[in-house]
């Protein structure tokens, strides 16, 4: 049960060390903040407290909604469906264009409408008939205590658990992280330190690390977006270094979202990416030899749609902002029978196609 004093108080952290003059280190992030006594770490909602760590984001649920799995984006994971999403407060990079920048970089405490237990969620989940439920809208490594439980309660009962993040966690916590995540949409902001840097007040080299161990030692499905902003990460050269990395790395069939930049925060006046450069950085990515480039926060029709890579034939075609129609039964192309890589139902699941 949840008490007040909880709630003002704030629950205690995991994943941190204490110190001999009375700080502690936090060891959730790549950040790996030393937060001083009284003080809070970068994200904001880690707070020291007479040299322990405590989480002001624990059941403090920001922007809960039953959103299409297309908006986390994640085009390969029981398309057509939906997840009760939700996020907190905080964030662990500090991004000049973040479009949620009232929630992840906020000045003071406060609550939605009330504080929620995991149970209540997944509850939540079950009656509004969520396939799952999604972690987003700010960074939810940061309220990591919180997510692993609800995460937990809901593979309990059946739910796939769908993180969108920015894949700036620790080595020492990311197994704990991401132990019931079936999904995962890893925002590669770039492929240079310096946007990284520059930009989100972060490092790249340790999102490169963890889209490394996702791959090779988890079970989790993973997408990749990549907002393009003109003139800071949409070049030619990095383009194709970004897609050469993932294809080698990763996997030719990782998808990645390519996804248009609009002006928001402390970057409101900087221009809007064009059309043409989302083509141009597709047509990139696909040369360089990944399998599903994808397009986003547009309408343009280039790059929305599932497609067989040996036959051609489209296979989940998607209206912008409005609906899904699946073709493929199953994994298999009823054409070709290729097997597209990801999660799709099995037969016998029910259709799950969505016309809202």
């Known amino acids: 049960m949840i008490s007040e004093n909880d709630i003002a108080e704030g629950f205690t952290a995991r994943w941190y060390e204490h110190t001999r003059d009375g700080s502690v280190d936090c060891r959730l992030c790549a950040r790996y903040c030393r937060i001083a006594?009284?003080?809070?770490?970068?994200?904001?909602?880690r707070r020291n407290r007479g040299g322990r760590l405590y989480t002001t984001a624990y059941g403090n649920a920001v922007g809960l909604s039953v959103d299409p799995v297309e908006k986390k984006p994640l085009y390969h994971f029981y398309p057509g469906s939906s997840v009760l999403s939700f996020g907190t407060l905080g964030c662990n990079m500090a991004c000049m264009y973040c479009q949620n920048w009232e929630i992840s970089r906020p000045e003071e405490d406060f609550t939605e409408s009330r504080i929620w237990s995991a149970e209540e969620l997944v509850g939540m989940a079950v009656r509004t008939k969520s396939r799952g439920i999604a972690y987003t809208y700010n960074e939810?490594?940061?309220f990591g205590e919180w997510m692993t439980e609800?995460?937990?309660?809901?593979?309990?009962e059946?739910?796939?658990?769908?993180?969108?993040?920015?894949?700036?966690?620790?080595?020492?916590?990311?197994?704990?992280?991401?132990r019931d995540i079936d999904a995962a949409n890893v925002d590669l902001k770039s492929f240079t330190e310096r946007f990284y840097h520059k930009l989100t007040g972060s490092r790249l080299a340790p999102v490169l690390e963890t889209l490394r161990?996702?791959?090779s030692a988890t079970s989790v499905w993973v997408e990749i977006t990549t907002l393009l902003i003109p003139g800071e990460n949409d070049s030619p050269d990095e383009i194709r270094a970004l897609a050469g990395f993932i294809a080698a790395e990763l996997g030719n069939t990782v998808p990645l979202h390519l996804t248009a930049f609009h002006g928001d925060y402390r970057m409101s006046s900087h221009p809007s990416t064009s059309r043409e450069?989302?083509?141009?950085?597709?047509?990139?990515?696909?040369?360089?030899?990944?399998?599903?480039?994808y397009t986003g926060n547009t309408a343009m029709q280039e790059g929305r749609d599932t497609c067989c890579p040996s036959c051609g034939k489209p296979l989940v075609i998607r209206e912008p902002y409005s609906s899904v129609r699946i073709v493929i039964a199953g994994a298999a192309c009823p054409s070709c029978r290729t097997i597209l890589p990801g999660r799709f139902p099995v037969s016998g699941e029910g259709s799950n196609d969505r016309n809202p």
Not at 37 to 45: D, H, I, N, S, T
Not at 282 to 291: H, P, Q, V
């Open 37 to 45: 006594a009284g003080k809070r770490g970068f994200c904001f909602v």
């Open 140 to 142: 939810p490594v940061v």
């Open 277 to 293: 450069t989302l083509i141009r950085s597709r047509e990139i990515a696909l040369e360089t030899g990944l399998k599903y480039v």
């Open 150 to 156: 609800v995460a937990s309660i809901a593979r309990r």
């Open 158 to 178: 059946g739910l796939k658990n769908v993180m969108v993040t920015n894949g700036y966690v620790s080595p020492e916590a990311r197994e704990e992280i991401f």
């Open 213 to 215: 161990w996702l791959a």
